[in-house]
């Protein structure tokens, strides 16, 4: 039975998915347009995060700091991955980058299974956002409402990087025009390092945070890797707030969907997307020519 | 070169051939190599799969992540029939399963492909998803959810006179070897057909495969529809091999193992994904059993597909065949090389041909050809084109100058309806040609050679030249897929006439990527030619060109431009003035001045904005 509350509180874990969605498809859709490297291991590189923390909360205890050690660790691995592999593919058609870091990800998830078996791990909320909080008009889980907060902190630093910052400003020329900007002298080989850590450190950071919400297993990160693509084209490639904006609307399409029959809510995502290609091709937020 | 082709028509026969003794030897042979016939019989079922993905990702050069939507479909289909419906006829079932994948690949593709490149990826990702959840769901009452649908039976055929049964492991072998022959007869006929020489144009360059005249999008959607139809029917069979067809069909996994077998086999050679499949079973058994690796042989085989990304991109029968190269061709690349010296020296057979040359519509009727009224284009605030009237009479020879900026490359793409005009009117022909598509206007007869090079790379100069031709030959959308390429009457010849044109008959199979820089000038120029139009823009065609390569190329059109109407940018004034009847002076996108060229290089206007600076660093 659907009741007012239950509306209510699936509106709220609608806007929990959808900020960490938005964060997650902020750190593909940054990476795609600067580099023009569309990121098939990004779902990956949001399990290898929850997992990072899962791994630091084991040995330390700390919530804090398992979150700052998802988030470096992605960053590092991002850059690995950058200057290892990545960077030897922006000269080489766009399918073998979906090939290659399509690769990765498998090789990502193996790894994991390798070390951690398949068995799914937890990993409690800290104890200050522990339990529940009264809203007044529901109950609803403390963590939830931190995630919200926390997710939003994190995009508000994304976006002073991003439109505050000299690198900002590169990055936001390249999405533009990565030629021009490429003939301006600018180091753009020490750019496209640094992007591709933060767009993976955006997700690694969103796999921690997400963590306690769910149990974590190898292969998680291919359902959001899904969900990701489809907040990317619905907001718009290239597009910080479109990013923001698809997040929003994928989040609350699943939660209330999920609601009502949790097996049509792909389904309802999937119209959305259609709707959106069919009316604005080029997403909500997007800019014609940037793919 | 008519050696090679007839070379191509024995090897044709040779891989039918080939292909039916190796199947018809797998059975005596492949047992005493320790192969299991269900393993056989599964590497058959995604060989199978994998034609069509070849077709779409390895010729059209679209990847998609989800043909698992379209195996589980067509699989799930046949099933259904056969276990829930009471369907008797395994043939029959197995066709419907194809056929509804197909048409469920039709709706997928219309939505997929409104987008291209990284958005296409993306798309097909999603829909892999949405349909496995359909499946475990909304449909789960018809598809058996996560149990499948169990007890499919096995295919027997009445004969007349005695009824085969396949039932399983050997027996079953028969009839998936069949449907895969059948399988790969029908996919080398599309690859060598004309739709699959157009399938290569749009993997090489989409845009220009538009802008010479075929309805890329039509094309594309052929080529997905096809790839579905063989997932379909790889699908069907798969729950004929297993007596039970599995809902992880639908899953993301398969369309991935899919792709990882096709890379490793080899993109773009029908055979790749059969091989692939081979290895990967192999690895598995290998890895699993015998090095006792367990669930982390899919670590290694990961890493395996990194590597081979990296390193040998085009898979093992690539490898191979680039090695084959690397070994025999010294010799013919040397010979290509003498042949590359040759056509320098034979200009004057080329103005024999030209004179020859029969251009479409009767050149010399009198009147306008194009006329543009009051074309104006602004982006933004930046006003590109404004006011511009223009008109152009049948055979005439006519050139555009005006300083960098002004506004000629803007006005070209506006005739040929790459970008819409701002406000204003373009007749071609006596018909309103506004807001058409490129590739509509270049049927018409209108088209382009660009500014900067727009080739299909990766073919050679001949075909670049046949693809242009075609667009001419078959219209913008046909669908002779069983169709002879060589068949169609009149390419050959008109392919010939071309390359003679362009002076590119010395070294017609030379991959553009082997050509020098004026060769590819003079192939791009072909392309456009190529469709016999009548009318012919030339953006720049002198562009980047050695003082040499300027003075032969002049010639080139001297003789192309007989019988012709062409319209010709460039900066090289004497080159040009020297070519055209007329010049039109374009100066900050308005119309400046038009006039003979010894009226515009005496006009004083023209003189005082254009060649200012010149007459007062003389003086």
């Known amino acids: ?26 750190g593909l859709t940054i990476i795609y347009g600067t580099l023009g490297v569309l990121n098939l291991a990004h779902g990956a590189m949001f399990m290898l995060g929850g997992y990072a923390g899962y791994l630091a909360y084991d040995r330390t205890g700390s919530f804090v700091l398992a979150v700052i050690a998802g988030a470096l660790f992605l960053l590092v691995v991002g850059i690995v991955m950058e200057r290892v592999i990545i960077r030897y593919f922006y000269r080489r058609p766009p399918e073998d980058q979906l090939l290659v870091t399509f690769g990765l990800s498998i090789c990502f998830v193996e790894i994991v299974r390798f070390f951690f078996s398949s068995l799914s791990k937890t990993v409690p909320p800290p104890k200050i956002f522990a339990g529940i909080t009264n809203l007044g008009f529901m109950f609803y889980p403390t963590y939830r409402l931190a995630v919200v907060g926390v997710v939003a902190l994190a995009l508000i630093a994304l976006f002073l990087i991003l439109y505050k910052t000299r690198l900002g400003l590169i990055v936001r020329a390249g999405i533009e025009d990565s030629v021009m900007v490429d003939s301006l002298g600018i180091n753009v080989d020490r750019v496209f390092m640094l992007v591709f850590g933060i767009g993976a450190m955006a997700a690694g950071f969103a796999g921690v945070v997400n963590a306690p919400v769910v149990s974590l297993a190898p292969d998680m990160g291919e359902a959001i890797l899904v969900q990701t693509f489809v907040v990317v084209v619905i907001g718009g490639v290239g597009s910080f707030p479109g990013a923001v904006l698809g997040g929003l609307i994928a989040g609350e399409i699943i939660s209330i969907t999920s609601m009502i029959n949790p097996g049509y809510a792909y389904v309802m995502l999937f119209a959305a997307m259609t709707l959106v290609l069919m009316v604005r091709p080029h997403g909500l937020l997007g800019v014609k020519g940037r793919e | 070169m008519n050696a090679d082709r007839l070379g191509n028509t024995q090897r044709r026969f040779m891989v039918e051939g080939l292909t039916a003794a190796a199947l018809i030897a797998a059975p005596f042979v492949l047992p005493h190599l320790g192969a299991a016939p269900d393993t056989v019989n599964r590497i058959l079922v995604w060989g199978m799969f994998g034609l069509g993905f070849d077709i779409l990702f390895g010729y059209t050069g679209l990847l998609s992540f989800g043909q698992s939507a379209l195996y589980g479909t067509g699989g799930m289909v046949s099933a259904y029939l056969l276990t829930q419906a009471g369907f008797p006829h395994v043939v029959t079932a197995l066709v419907i399963g194809t056929v509804a994948a197909a048409i469920v690949g039709y709706l997928v593709g219309l939505v997929a492909l409104r987008r291209t490149g990284i958005y296409f990826a993306m798309i097909t990702v999603a829909i892999a998803e949405v349909f496995f959840f359909v499946e475990f769901n909304p449909l789960s009452r018809w598809t058996g959810g996560e149990n499948g649908l169990p007890g499919v039976p096995a295919p027997s055929i009445y004969l007349g006179f005695a009824t085969l049964h396949f039932r399983s492991g050997w027996k079953l072998y028969p009839f998936i070897a069949f449907l895969y022959f059948i399988g790969i007869v029908v996919a080398l006929r599309i690859v060598r057909s004309p739709v699959g020489a157009i399938f290569r144009a749009i993997r090489e360059n989409p845009l220009r495969a538009a802008a010479v005249g075929h309805s890329v999008h039509a094309y594309k959607l052929c080529a997905f529809v096809i790839g579905a139809a063989y997932a379909g029917l790889a699908g069907g069979l798969l729950g004929v091999m297993q007596g039970f067809m599995p809902p992880d069909a639908f899953m993301f996994d398969t369309s991935g193992q899919l792709v990882i077998q096709t890379a490793i086999g080899g993109i773009g050679t029908l055979f790749g994904p059969l091989l692939g499949a081979a290895v990967w079973l192999f690895l598995q058994d290998f890895l699993q059993a015998t090095l006792k690796l367990g669930a982390t042989w899919k670590l290694v085989l990961g890493l395996i597909f990194v590597l081979l990304v990296c390193f040998l991109r085009r898979g093992i029968i ?26 320098a020296a034979t200009p004057l057979r080329t103005r024999t041909a030209a004179a020859a040359a029969p251009s479409r519509e009767g050149a010399h009727a009198a009147g306008p050809i194009l006329k543009a009224v009051d074309l104006n284009k602004r982006y933004g605030g930046l006003v590109a084109n404004a006011d511009i009237n223009f008109t152009v009479n049948r055979g005439e020879l006519r050139g555009i100058i005006g300083p960098n900026g002004a506004g000629k490359s803007t006005f070209f793409k506006m005739l040929t309806c790459e970008v819409p005009p701002t406000s204003g009117r373009i007749e071609f022909g006596g018909r309103d040609i506004t807001g058409m598509s490129v590739t509509d206007v270049c049927q018409l007869g209108l088209t382009k050679s660009y500014q900067v090079n727009q080739l299909f790379n990766r073919l050679t100069a001949r075909e670049n030249i046949t693809i242009a031709a075609l667009a001419r030959l078959r219209g913008k959308f046909r669908l002779d897929m069983m169709g002879g390429l060589w068949n169609i009457p009149g390419l050959r010849g008109q392919v010939e006439h071309t390359l003679e044109l362009v002076n590119l008959a010395g070294r017609p199979d030379t991959p553009v990527a082997e050509l020098a820089y004026g060769e590819k000038r003079r192939l ?96």
């Open chain 2, 318 to 343: 690539g490898g191979l065949r680039d090695l084959y190269a690397l070994v025999f061709r010294k010799g013919s690349a040397a010979r290509e090389e003498q042949a590359a010296a040759a056509p």
């Open chain 2, 524 to 619: 791009e120029v072909g392309l456009a030619l190529a469709s016999n139009p009548s009318l012919l823009l030339l953006d720049e065609p002198l562009a980047g060109m050695s003082p040499r390569e300027r003075v032969e190329t002049v010639q080139l059109l001297k003789s192309i431009g007989r019988g012709r109407t062409m319209i010709i940018i460039d900066h090289d004034m004497d080159s040009l003035f020297e070519l055209v009847e007329r010049v039109t002076v374009l100066q900050e996108g308005r119309v400046l001045v038009e006039g003979t060229p010894d009226e515009i290089k005496s006009n004083a206007e023209v003189q005082e904005a254009y060649l200012g600076g010149v007459r007062e660093a003389a003086a």
């Open chain 1, 1 to 26: 039975m659907i009741t007012w509350s239950n509306f209510v509180s699936q509106l709220f874990n609608g806007l929990a998915l959808g900020a960490l969605l938005a964060l997650i498809s902020s």
